[in-house]
């Protein structure tokens, strides 16, 4: 007989139906099927998080009207609690989690400033609690065959890197902006919701944080909030790349791209064609990588994609991914109390992403080369 996997129960606080990235949640745990929404602190208006819960399908009963009436109540009944307030109001809310060694899932970044990312890193590495936080893009399979193909050698030594993320928020006369992103605080807020992707994508692939970093900025008129910024990296074995990141970039949504230079070969991938890997050989031969490609590894999985091959995966299955891997370590956290973060990202990479935004923030700011300083 089949064995039926254990149902873990979660508790979510934020991630309201006027939420940017809630749903995606909800609909990410109800994707995994291991995973069930127990119980839920939406918003701090009556009204949103009634309406929150009703569209989320949550008993009313177990809805709760502060983080902290929650966490009381369900302390011993939850396996782990998502946190998806704004960066700058998690800090006392993961410090009430840790109080109670509940399994926090928080949505990325870890928070808005160097000296709070760095009281949470104390807080959870004294108590060795599960942490994680949701950083989306390495659950796309094409990225984890990325990393496959450069673990191999397949590119040869890497040479160069060019990662871009657009977008057109601030300056697209449509746009639907959160209050909290019209607002920089310690870190900007283009830093927290970008660069943090192209950080965690860059340490996912090369296994390495850069040791020195130099950045441009420019601020938006509208908004008085960094919107573009240009920042060149090194790395160790002479290895460099560049980040490109903004929100003044019209006609761009959402435009991820990876472009990687090796020395046998190089590649690029486009967020806009999430199953397709392009290889230019030395000979010019230029290759597509795709689900139906032989000696491809995390492509060919079956349990990364809803469909068969020719019917697209996209952001939420991506999403999804991340929740079946934190199920899994969950599993072998409440089992063994060891974890193995493989695919996901622990209170140490959390607090160095937060420390690099913060090195590239002061680099633009001083224009000059920053060294950064990472925690061991």
Known sequence: MKQINKVLKIGFIGGAINSTIGSTHVKAINLSRNLSIDCAFFSRNKKINISSAKKYNLKLNKLYSSAEQLIKKEKNTLDA????????????????????????????????????????????????????????????????????????????????????????????????????????????????????????????LFNEYPHNVMSFSTKNKKFKVIDNVYSWLKFKNNMQGTFWFSKNSLGQRNGLKLRIYGTSSSLEWNHAQPENITIFHKDGKIETLDRLSPKIYSLKKQKYFTYSAGHPNGFLDAFSNVYSDIYDELINYKSSKKINYRYLVDIKENTNIILILDAIKKSSKNNTWIKTKLIK
């Open 81 to 204: 609690v998502v946190v998806l307030t704004p960066p700058n109001a998690r800090y006392k809310i993961i410090k009430f989690l840790v109080k109670y060694n509940i399994p926090v899932i928080c949505e990325k970044p870890l928070c808005s400033d160097l000296l709070t990312s760095k009281k949470i890193h104390k807080l959870v590495q004294n108590k060795k609690l599960f942490f994680t936080s949701t950083y989306n893009y390495i659950g796309y399979p094409a990225i984890r065959e990325i990393k496959d193909l450069i673990n191999k050698k397949f590119l040869g030594d890497i040479i160069s890197f060019n990662f871009e993320m657009l977008q057109q928020t601030y300056v697209y006369s449509k746009s639907k902006i959160t209050k909290w992103r019209t607002k920089d605080y310690s870190i900007p807020t283009l830093y927290l919701d970008l660069c943090s992707h192209l950080v965690n994508i860059s340490k996912f």
